[in-house]
């Protein structure tokens, strides 16, 4: 069962304009999330990352939002631009699990493209 | 270099063969792992190395794979064996300490194939 979701496969978004890629959780245990971009055939590279004790986190153009209650967060892009286009892919994992770091747990990912 | 290395880039492999594919995490970097990425899907967690210490494999999918880093830098994830449904890209990522809330820096992947 996908831990985590991401309902959408690919979003177009025109240039200039907000992206918002979504992404849900079902497990309580995560309190650490994080955005990926993924150009093909490389790996994945950190983009923003968001701690359950906050609800917001900007990073220029990037934001993450963080609703608890409703397992749910999204990372705006304004305004996107071109080389946004890429695979996003959202990931969680436990802040602090004790017996050292945990892998990640993923979403799908979802396709951006930006449209000129 | 700079960010984590994997080689080789590109695998092709015949069912039943043995690979053996290398990742250099960044230097001084605690904390390496290994995930497997199938077409149209996220990366899914494999293993967890601490230095030299294997502390998670609950994602090794079967008992023909095996993970190593006997001098906690370079890691070696070994495929015996190999069957059609191993084709995928298998991604290395580290990080600079032990712990969780550290960002994980990725390679670019083998992508394996086997006919």
């Known amino acids: 069962d996908q831990q985590v979701k991401q309902n959408s496969p690919s979003l177009s978004v025109q240039e200039g304009r907000i992206s918002i890629l979504n992404c849900d959780y079902t497990n309580s245990m995560f309190d650490y999330f994080l955005w990926y971009k993924k150009y093909p055939a490389e790996g994945p590279t950190f983009l923003i990352s968001i701690s359950s004790i906050k609800d917001k986190n900007e990073d220029g153009r990037f934001t993450v939002f963080l609703n608890k209650s409703a397992k749910h967060l999204s990372l705006h892009i304004v305004p996107s631009q071109p080389g946004d286009s890429a695979v996003y892919f959202c990931a969680a994992n436990k802040e602090y699990s004790g017996g050292g770091a945990d892998g990640l747990t993923f979403g799908k990912g979802t396709h951006l493209i930006i449209q000129p | ?115």
Do not use: M
């Open chain 2, 1 to 115: 270099g700079a960010g984590v290395s994997q080689s080789p880039r590109y695998k092709v492999a015949k069912r039943g063969q043995d690979v053996a594919l290398r990742c250099d995490p960044i230097s001084g970097h605690v904390s390496l792992f290994w995930y497997q990425q199938a077409l149209g899907q996220g990366p899914e967690f494999l293993t967890y190395f601490q230095n030299e210490a294997q502390l998670d494999k609950s994602g090794l999918p079967s008992d023909r794979f095996f993970a190593e880093r006997p001098e906690g830098s370079v890691s070696t994830l070994k495929i015996q064996r190999t069957q059609q449904e191993d084709s995928a890209v298998y991604l290395c990522a580290s990080t600079k300490n032990s712990d969780s809330i550290y960002e994980q820096y990725f390679g670019p992947g083998t992508r394996l194939t086997v006919t």
